[in-house]
């Protein structure tokens, strides 16, 4: 397994930057499906992507696919288009319950068996960037063998920390609780070589961006 220092995000229905892939020094080129793609273009990442696997390998990084999460009733397409061999994992895009994972094994392996590739091949990363998240990291990360790593969207927490969706038990505010489940979610998976993974931030002088501050020095906090 590749050491995950970095991971780089490449639009799947951008052809041009598709292209400059295998150029870039990175550990992870993640072709993405998700947030970067217009709805309407998605169909069209899905066929650019999978053309594109061995490809985007060919600078000497893995290769890993961001999908759409199961709410959005996209996720079975995303991964019927771009489960091929080349691919090395899938990065399931806001990971809510274990059941989510859990689902996405099944349908991994499904996959695997039909199109010849030695079952458990590919692996999976979790982004954590909501309050359900971060509430079920642990159980998520443990649900399933293939998972190797989780991100942490420190931007998205940002929001959360904001909105006071994780408030305590007794009602008030405190980030304690989320910062404790995600380190255990991180070490349970310490075994794999891995753990949590934080989305690099830098920052401007502009009013508003204290929110943003605070969600980096969170992932600071987190890392392991």
């Known amino acids: 397994m ?13 052809e041009k930057m598709v292209s400059k892939a295998p150029s870039i020094p990175a550990d992870i080129i993640t072709l993405d499906l998700e947030d970067s793609v217009p709805p309407a273009e998605k169909p ?36 019927e288009a771009v489960v091929h061999e080349g691919i090395n994992g899938i990065c399931l895009a806001k990971c809510g319950e274990p059941n989510h994972v859990i689902r996405l094994d099944w349908k991994l392996e499904e996959l695997e068996r039909r199109r010849g590739i030695p079952v458990g091949t590919i692996k999976v990363q979790l982004l954590i960037e909501t309050a359900k998240g971060v509430i079920h990291a642990y159980q998520s990360a443990v649900a399933s063998s293939r998972v190797n790593s989780l991100i942490f969207g420190a931007v998205k927490f940002a929001h959360i920390r904001c909105s006071g969706l994780h408030k305590g038990y ?55």
Not at 2 to 14: D, T
Not at 57 to 71: D, F, L, P, S, T
Request: with cysteine.
């Open 2 to 14: 590749a050491i995950m220092r970095s991971v780089f995000y490449v639009p799947g229905n951008n």
């Open 170 to 224: 007794e009602g008030e505010t405190d980030d304690r609780r989320p910062r404790a489940l995600l380190r255990k979610s991180a070490h349970s998976r310490s075994g794999t070589g891995s753990g949590l993974r934080g989305y690099r931030l830098s920052f401007c002088s502009l009013q508003g961006c204290g929110s943003l501050r605070e969600g980096h020095e969170v992932w600071q906090d987190l890392r392991i």
């Open 44 to 79: 069209k990442a899905r066929e650019v992507t999978r053309e594109n696997l061995k490809y985007a390998a060919k600078g000497g990084a893995e290769v890993y696919v961001r999908i759409n999460n199961w709410e959005t009733l996209l996720t079975n397409d995303d991964l």
